[in-house]
């Protein structure tokens, strides 16, 4: 299902759902994602495909047109200069599908679910980190400033293997249906 799919995606890149679900086949091509800039990111972000997302890339843009969207299920707001971010209703999509299996985790007195689709990017850091990744190609992967003047300001960036090393470290658990 669609829902499948963005979960692995965000799962296995750290990507937000908005990046996500804006993703262009175009944007999927040879073996990475470029996902549009976000927050306080000043270019488009270059992402590896993990080779658990493989089967999912090929699927998508099969007989598709670069300019086509790799989640056609979830388009752009109708409304004429509307302000809501494309992703709007797959949020509210993951809130349902998240409650229909009984995913929740509430502080008491607490209104909102402590488990949302940003979830996803807090796993991924944490896994990456857990594999033995430096902080620095884990930052460059989500899309974070890196901290300090020597990599901050002086560094042209990390090589691409190592920022592939790094997101094939993230690996799904066992019996989560890839």
Not at 86 to 112: C, H, L, M, Q
Request: proline letters at 6%; glycine letters at 8%; charged letters at 30%.
């Amino acid at each position: 299902s669609h829902m499948h799919d963005l979960m692995r995606i965000a799962a296995l890149t750290g990507a937000r759902l908005d990046a996500i679900v804006d993703l262009k086949v175009g944007d999927c091509a040879n073996g990475s994602f470029w996902f549009k800039r976000q927050k306080k990111e000043t270019a488009r972000r270059f992402v590896p495909t993990h080779p658990q997302l493989v089967e999912i890339v090929e699927r998508r843009t099969k007989g598709k047109v670069p300019e086509d969207d790799l989640f056609p299920e979830w388009p752009a707001p109708k409304k004429q200069g509307s302000q809501r971010e494309r992703s709007f209703k797959a949020s509210n999509a993951f809130t349902d599908y998240r409650r229909s299996v009984g995913v929740d985790e509430r502080i008491p007195g607490g209104r909102r679910s402590l488990v949302n689709f940003h979830s996803f990017r807090r796993w991924f850091i944490t896994e990456a980190e857990r594999a033995g990744q430096p902080e620095h190609i884990i930052a460059i992967v989500v899309g974070h400033k890196r901290k300090g003047v020597t990599l901050g300001t002086y560094s042209g960036g990390p090589a691409e293997k190592q920022v592939r090393r790094c997101v094939e470290a993230v690996r799904l658990p066992k019996g989560s249906g890839t």
